[in-house]
T-cell receptor
Framework: GENVEQHPSTLSVQEGDSAVIKCTYSDSASNYFPWYKQELGKRPQLIIDIRSNVGEKKDQRIAVTLNKTAKHFSLHITETQPEDSAVYFCAAVDRQGAQKLVFGQGTRLTINP | DTEVTQTPKHLVMGMTNKKSLKCEQHMGHRAMYWYKQKAKKPPELMFVYSYEKLSINESVPSRFSPECPNSSLLNLHLHALQPEDSALYLC????????????FGPGTRLTVL
């Protein structure tokens, strides 16, 4: 089955700087890669996703890039703000189990004012 | 209605109790999921229902029993749980294809004494 590795486990950046979180996956047939943000005590919320027919997707300050050859994808947050502080999870669909999302271990992002 | 709802928000139960968790969505989604999330860990898939039929059971112990009475409702029946089953139980739903976004409910915080 699919395996997803996520780095770093913790990330601290100054407000206004950029943050980058990287994930690698094992199954070359995976074709859907969402990113979820989870604030303390709250539900995971989708912030952006990418499907394998595109290499990059942007939504305001958030972007995701996908490199299918290398089997990795990254989340980029620019002009970070205190409300960006949260745990971020990447995920990939396990093709052997339709609709099964396999999550990375998470990155705790702290934005310092 | 564009949200997944879950009840109760919190549940404390003894090891001999029987209780149920409830999840509801009215977005016309045809796939519904149960996840378990321990502190500082990613969500782990337990069950997937697709078109009201159980399609994935991730080798979950029989003390957890899922039920999908109709396309909008998903239950998780709990019996003879162990203290290590204490966790946040998240429900999610999606349109039904493996590249469709999964939307999470707020979760039920379960404590087993």
């Amino acid at each position: 089955g699919e395996n997803v590795e996520q780095h770093p486990s913790t990330l601290s950046v100054q407000e206004g700087d950029s943050a980058v979180i990287k994930c690698t996956y094992s199954d070359s047939a995976s074709n859907y890669f969402p990113w979820y943000k989870q604030e303390l005590g709250k539900r995971p919320q989708l912030i952006i996703d990418i499907r394998s027919n595109v290499g990059e997707k942007k939504d305001q300050r958030i972007a995701v890039t996908l490199n299918k050859t290398a089997k990795h994808f990254s989340l980029h947050i620019t002009e970070t703000q205190p409300e960006d502080s949260a745990v971020y999870f990447c995920a990939a669909v396990d093709r052997q189990g339709a609709q099964k999302l396999v999550f990375g271990q998470g990155t705790r992002l702290t934005i310092n004012p | 209605d564009t949200e997944v709802t879950q009840t109760p928000k919190h549940l404390v139960m003894g090891m001999t109790n029987k209780k149920s968790l409830k999840c509801e969505q009215h977005m016309g989604h045809r796939a519904m999921y149960w996840y378990k999330q321990k502190a500082k860990k990613p969500p782990e898939l337990m069950f997937v229902y697709s078109y009201e039929k159980l399609s994935i059971n991730e080798s979950v112990p029989s003390r957890f029993s899922p039920e999908c009475p109709n396309s909008s409702l998903l239950n998780l029946h709990l019996h003879a749980l162990q203290p290590e089953d204490s966790a946040l139980y998240l429900c999610a739903s999606s349109l039904g294809q493996n590249t469709d976004t999964q939307y999470f409910g707020p979760g039920t915080r379960l404590t087993v004494l």
